[in-house]
């Protein structure tokens, strides 16, 4: 539809000359006060009205927003472009491919599938810490990810051509949000509509939760299951509530000692405290403008953990800056400058916002700190850290020795290494280090800090503990440039922090095994072994299946731990070693002076650097060219491959939807407790042979050695099937003390334990629908679309949780499952529910008239006969999720109405 402009608020902006398009957000009266977030919906909804879905009335609720009211009215919010990286972007390119078939069945033209909004991919998932320590580490890392992904890399490649507005950054150029943040993102777009070029705020949508970095940049956006990115890929807006916006004030500045992980990690904890989830957070205040861009991609990056949709800064002079520095052109600074002036986007920090809840952080107050050991929110002061390590031990080892010397559980175990290494290994010991992910490895203040830490700890004659797998996966090239210039590359590399590859790595659970005589060691005497990563994610059996206790840390201090060797240590009173002189070294000794930080910051980085790194970035290196790909508007299916296999979603589908129906007879297939992530739902990493997973896979032909990960064979909807509720962490309620992908088996007499993956089938063959009963916080964590297709494709019908999470309530809902809430203070314990009863819910067809029930009733019958009736809240929160949910999801609902145009 074409634009309508009730407003008349298309107007022309002249920059040097040069004019552009754009609709003038002074056209709607009264929006002086409105947090910058909420204009650049604004401005996306002047832009796109069409007098049908986005009309007047919803442009004047968001001028008109009241800062105190909860959400209520629904908005079409267009993205101006997707970002994906691999792992969730394969399967949003296996699933155009496939509709471009379905299309063709349906009578229409495949081309018509095809991006409508500018889609970029960043292959940055694959690369596993195979080999580690050494100066080959990252070209063998680089040949081992060719070899495991070869036919993923080649669907993609194939990709790259068959779809218009579809581009492909091949592997070991960086981080998909680093890269975003240096190269892709604009800004302020610009596209041609109409013969005229139009100039728009950037905003995205992204198949990683980690999108929010690029809030940083002043561009709004946030993580989407890969589902709803195919939809905008599609044209298909975003339907979202007009949100609550939280104002972040922030004060002074960061003193010596504290760096930008210490204020992301405090900021996580104050937001965690205070309740984001589904709300914006903007930042604010005259401290903002001595907040380097760095540091503001670090916070933004941080979004998910602290559970808000988006976390944004607003442009000013900074921002400008980076983008000269990241080598954006003269033409596209002085747009941004003149359009967010213009539109009153530019931040003008003594202008008051109304804002719906206020926080406020003076940086002063920051202090040296650790997250663990399994969620990003649980802040340790760095000094409490020994001693609140030695009161969590005791929820992960039982029955050693509280060994009175030592106040802690120990179990001194000695390994013998084959290249001669010798030494004992207890709980606690640091088995991984590793300076890993985009959250801190787009900032040069920590990443030069641990190497200036790395220099002077080589210069004091300290080394590394010869347990611990050491690793650096920088976000971009741009970080190996100004290690080299400034010359501290030697200085990590003693210590055995070599590039290992140019990826997400550790922090995704590709930080590839330990050294095998160590695993063993861990797993015959079940030891309590740590990682210590400056990531954002740490959660249980996510890091490696060796390691139970996973905590977050700044660069320099993931090299302070690796020289201590254990989490058992106290840095202000445990010495480090001796010099050679005999004296004793602590962390403070061989801290770095932030005074020295900025000055080689400041003589070791350049705009040369960025245009230089980011040169040809599409075309890829000799190995990316010499994949053979094939051609054509529709892609051949391999019916041997086990990466990329035709997935089920549009067999037998019909021109118009089946009505939808109640739920009877339903099996629980698992009853689970709080803040369960989409890693226990849909795990990342390696897995085993006797997994229903492995066992696939053994069957069609695959050595172990060549499993690669869950996230790798994200294209084979039969791998991830029966990886779906298979985390090693995972703990069914229907089960007592056993953990990982199980159930009891209701098909079967005495409903015997079995894998989630079996009993399934067992259902689905005896016609049997499932439901899943949850806790509070359901789906945190990544926005892994695998999380609900799974659910969705072994036959669960339903979850009802307590809460849930944002992005994986729509991605239910994205698959045709039913997202339904306990009433208020209700959990399955407090109802009496065991699980082991049959469910039924009543209601649901009342979507069929084309309105969505407050609550429907759901009647559980035990195994005497007993019945407990309670009505569940329909998490179905916009018409957009109904008409997605009454076509059986969103796929459909798209395929639909381009086979019908």
């Not at 990810?145 to 194939?158: M, S």
């Not at 240590?569 to 002076?593: A, H, R």
């Not at 040369?608 to 040809?616: D, P």
């Not at 492995?694 to 050695?705: A, C, I, W």
Request: hydrophobic share 40%.
């Amino acid at each position: 539809m074409s634009n309508v402009d009730s407003f008349g608020a298309k107007g022309v902006l002249d920059v040097n000359g040069k004019e552009y398009e754009i609709f003038r957000l002074n056209a709607v009266e009264g929006i002086d006060r409105l947090p910058y977030s909420l204009k650049v919906l604004l401005e996306n909804l002047l832009r796109t009205e069409d007098g049908a879905n986005i009309t007047a009335d919803h442009i004047n609720a968001l001028a008109n927003w009241d800062a105190s009211a909860d959400p209520s009215v629904e908005i079409q919010f267009t993205p101006a472009r997707v970002i994906m990286q691999d792992f969730t972007g394969v399967p949003c390119v296996v699933d155009l491919a496939t509709m471009r078939e379905a299309v063709k069945d349906l009578g229409g033209d495949p081309k018509r599938v095809n991006p409508l909004a500018p889609a970029e991919m960043v292959i940055d998932h694959s690369v596993q810490i195979d080999v580690f320590g050494n100066s080959g580490a990252l070209e063998r890392n680089m040949e081992i990810e060719y070899e495991r992904n070869g036919e993923r890399y080649q669907f993609l490649r194939w990709g790259q051509t068959a779809f218009d507005d579809f581009k492909v950054v091949p592997p070991g150029t960086g981080i998909v949000h680093q890269v975003n943040i240096e190269y892709l993102a604009r800004t302020i777009m610009t596209r041609e509509v109409d013969g005229k070029l139009r100039a728009y705020p950037d905003t995205c949508v992204g198949t990683d939760s980690h999108t929010t970095m690029v809030n940083g940049l002043g561009v709004l956006g946030w993580g989407v299951g890969g589902i709803e990115a195919e939809a905008a890929m599609l044209g298909q807006p975003v339907s979202m509530l007009i949100p609550r916006v939280v104002g972040f004030k922030l004060t002074g500045s960061i003193p010596a000692g504290a760096t930008a992980t210490d204020v992301v990690l405090t900021i996580t904890e104050m937001l965690r405290d205070h309740g984001v989830v589904g709300k914006f957070v903007e930042f604010y205040g005259e401290g903002v403008a001595a907040v380097p861009l760095a540091n503001r991609a670090t916070i933004g990056n941080m979004s998910p953990e602290f559970g808000s949709t988006a976390a944004m800064f607003p442009i000013d002079d900074v921002t400008i800056e980076y983008l000269r520095l990241t080598g954006r052109t003269a033409e596209n600074l002085a747009l941004v400058e003149a359009y967010a002036k213009e539109q009153g986007l530019w931040h003008d920090p003594s202008r008051e916002l109304d804002f719906s809840e206020v926080l406020e952080l003076d940086l002063s107050t920051v202090v040296p700190s650790i997250a663990g050991p399994k969620r990003p929110q649980d802040r340790i002061e760095l000094t409490d850290a020994k001693e609140q390590f030695r009161k969590d031990i005791h929820n992960y080892t039982e029955g050693d020795a509280d060994d009175a010397v030592l106040g802690r559980p120990s179990k001194q175990v000695p390994v013998s290494m084959a290249d001669g290494r010798q030494f004992e290994l207890d709980h606690g010991a640091v088995s991984i280090a590793s300076i890993t992910s985009c959250t801190n490895t787009s900032n040069p203040s920590v990443m030069l800090a641990a190497a200036l830490l790395a220099r002077n700890a080589v210069n004091a004659g300290l080394t590394v503990k010869p347990w611990v797998k050491t690793s650096i996966a920088p976000g971009s090239k741009v970080v190996t440039d100004y290690y080299e210039k400034s010359g501290l590359t030697p200085f990590l590399e003693k210590l055995g922090f070599y590039i290992v590859g140019y990826g997400c790595a550790t922090c995704i659970g590709n930080s590839g095994p330990l050294e095998s005589e160590i695993s063993e060691a861990v797993q015959a005497n079940d030891l309590s072994v740590t990682a210590v990563l400056s990531g954002n994610r740490n959660f249980e059996g996510r890091i490696n299946p060796d390691v139970k206790m996973n905590y977050l840390a700044s660069p320099p201090l993931v090299i302070a731990y690796a020289l201590a060797g254990s989490m058992d240590f106290d840095f202000e009173n445990d010495s480090l070693g001796t010099n050679e002189k005999g004296e004793e070294v602590f962390l403070k000794d061989i801290w770095p002076n932030p005074i020295e930080v900025q000055q080689v910051i400041d003589s070791s980085i350049d705009e040369a650097m960025f245009t230089k790194g980011y040169e040809g970035v599409f075309e890829g290196d000799d190995r990316w060219k010499s994949l053979d790909t094939p051609a054509g508007d529709t892609f051949s299916w391999d019916p041997k491959s086990t990466y990329v296999r035709k997935p089920p979603y549009f067999e037998g589908m019909q021109a118009q939807p089946e009505p939808v129906k109640d739920i009877a007879g339903a099996r629980v297939l698992l009853k689970l407790g709080d803040s369960v992530t989409t890693d226990h739902i849909s795990p990342a990493g390696s897995f085993k042979s006797d997994t229903p997973a492995g066992r696939y896979l053994l069957e069609n032909g695959v050595d172990r050695k060549d499993f690669n990960s869950y996230g790798s064979r994200r294209g084979n909807h039969e791998v991830m099937i029966r990886g779906t509720f298979a985390n090693i962490r995972i703990k069914n309620q229907l089960l007592e003390g056993v953990e990982g992908g199980f159930t009891r088996d209701f098909t079967q007499e005495g409903a015997p334990q079995a894998y989630v993956y079996d009993a399934a089938q067992n259902y689905q063959a005896a016609g049997t629908p499932l439901v899943v009963l949850a806790g509070k916080e359901y789906g945190t964590g990544s926005s892994r679309d695998w999380a609900a297709k799974g659910t969705a494709l072994l036959g669960v019908k339903a979850v009802v949780a307590r809460s849930y999470e944002r992005i994986h309530r729509s991605n239910l809902i994205g698959m045709g499952v039913l997202p339904l809430q306990f009433p208020e203070g209700e959990s399955a314990d407090t109802l009496g529910l065991t699980g082991t009863e049959t469910f039924s819910v009543s209601g649901v067809t009342e979507l069929n008239n084309g309105t969505t029930p407050k609550t429907v009733k759901v009647t559980a019958v035990a195994e005497d006969g007993s019945e407990k009736s309670f009505d569940a809240v329909v998490r179905i929160d916009t018409p957009g999720e109904a008409d997605y949910y009454r076509n059986g999801g969103i796929l459909q609902y798209v395929l639909r109405q381009i086979s019908a145009a």
